[in-house]
């Protein structure tokens, strides 16, 4: 169904779009197509196979102009999402971590009610052949799914960026719900934020021997990064946990976990922790 009326207002902003390393400039370009049908405008490429700026992007985005020429292009996940609040992860099978799961539906009002309060807010879509990594995943703070026909759950991504995006156009057209009251106004964490609370943690626990055995470190910083994500914290929040990882690391550095019994002091210590002679 084609047709383009250039003298209505143009429908944009919403959730930030990102696909992490898109093949085919088709699809881009599709994408590009269904966030302009329903009113997406921010569209975020991390390592697209193909290179950007794609002529073939521009050719199948069917004039979404807009969405091509503002597409942004990142290295590394952990940047394309640095600035934002809130990230739903879109998946079509089950996963193993702490993740809240959401339909489409359930998800784009929570994308609405957040972005009403003046929060960032993006969705992540994997690669065409085989999705995101659970490693990617656990950078989000909750999960999408579509209720497909379990026998036959593939969609493209294109496919799957027009349902979410009809979603949220969607769920703008109900009225809003409205509460007697509400509790204080509390500016999520942004992904960098967050990022520094996991480095600090990370850093401080591997000082005290925490990654046992050195090869398991990978899979319990995902499961950290998982539960640090849940919550959703406030800025203030994440300052206030710093503050205290911080105070516990001036006083446990110099003994290490397995270099002694646990709340031995070294003499230093013990000097430093023995009580003024009263006068």
């Known amino acids: 169904m084609a047709g383009t009326d250039r003298q209505q207002p143009l429908m944009t902003g919403g959730p930030a779009v990102i696909l ?78 702490f993740k809240p799961v959401r339909g489409p539906q359930a998800a784009a009002q929570a994308l609405r009610a957040r972005i009403g309060a003046d929060q960032k807010c993006g969705v992540l879509f994997g690669r065409e052949r085989w999705g995101l990594s659970n490693e990617e995943i656990s950078l989000a703070d909750e999960i999408v799914t579509y209720p497909v026909n379990p026998a036959f759950a593939s969609l493209n991504i294109a496919q799957a960026v027009l349902l979410m995006s009809y979603e949220w156009l969607k769920s703008g057209l109900a009225p809003d719900g409205e509460t007697p009251f509400s509790g204080p106004p509390m500016q999520p964490a942004t992904k960098s934020e967050l990022q520094g609370l996991s480095d600090q943690l990370e850093e ?41 990882v911080r105070s516990l690391d001036r006083f446990s550095r110099q003994m290490p976990r397995g270099s002694g019994p646990p709340g031995r002091l070294n003499e230093d210590e013990a000097a430093r922790a023995e009580p003024e002679p009263k006068r």
């Open 204 to 244: 401080a626990l591997q000082a005290r021997g925490y990654f046992r055995p050195p090869a398991k470190k990978p899979r319990m910083l995902e499961g950290l990064r998982a539960v640090l994500s849940r919550p959703g914290f406030s800025k203030t929040e994440i300052q206030l946990l710093r503050g205290v």
């Open 20 to 97: 992490v390393e898109p093949q085919l400039g088709e699809n881009i370009g599709m994408v590009a197509r269904a966030m302009a049908n329903f009113g997406l405008s921010e569209l975020r490429l991390v390592r697209p196979r193909d290179g950007w700026p794609n002529s073939k992007a521009q050719a199948a985005a069917s004039k979404a102009d807009h969405v091509i020429d503002g597409t942004a292009v990142f290295e590394t996940l952990e940047a394309a999402i640095a600035d934002l609040n809130f990230v739903f992860a879109t998946t079509a099978r089950a996963r193993d971590g």
